[in-house]
């Protein structure tokens, strides 16, 4: 770490490279989840159809969960992967694999919620879950 930097810097900078793609990436992402989903429009009616009927907050539906998923992904992935070996497993490749199988059962339910918002924009009034 740099001299006269503290970790709170680094934990604001490591926020900041989660959050600021997801707010520019995420109109795209509702967009294509929908178009994924549903019968096929033209790009720009389903622009004009998200921006009439949903306003701007509309291209931000399941921003926190994908937001809380690109900081919580790493995170699980680093711990598992380091408690494996203080456990005595050395194989890069097993710690890797267990790893990824580990963050993504952990991680799949804020995808889900993520795909369910980007879906049902009155489901963010109600519950992700419900």
């Known amino acids: 770490m740099p001299e006269g930097v503290s970790w709170g810097v680094h934990t604001l900078v490591s ?12 109109p795209f ?3 294509k989840t929908r178009r994924q989903s549903r019968r096929r429009e ?3 009616v389903q622009v004009h159809s998200l921006l009439k009927n949903e ?3 509309g291209g931000q539906l399941g921003a926190t969960l994908t937001m809380a998923g690109y900081c ?3 995170t699980v992935k680093l711990c598992t992967y380091h ?13 890797g694999f267990l790893s990824g199988i580990v963050t993504a059962v952990v991680t ?9 918002c980007q879906l ?10 419900a």
């Not at 926020?15 to 995420?26: F, H, I, R």
């Open 15 to 26: 926020l900041g490279s989660a959050v600021l793609p997801v707010l520019v990436t995420n």
């Open 29 to 31: 992402d509702v967009l």
């Open 42 to 44: 033209v790009l720009r």
């Open 55 to 57: 306003g701007i907050r």
């Open 72 to 74: 919580i992904s790493p």
């Open 83 to 95: 408690t494996l070996d203080a456990c005595g497993v050395h194989s890069p490749g097993v710690r």
């Open 108 to 116: 799949c339910p804020l995808w889900v919620g993520k795909v369910r």
């Open 120 to 129: 049902t924009p009155e489901a963010r009034v109600r519950s992700v879950v």
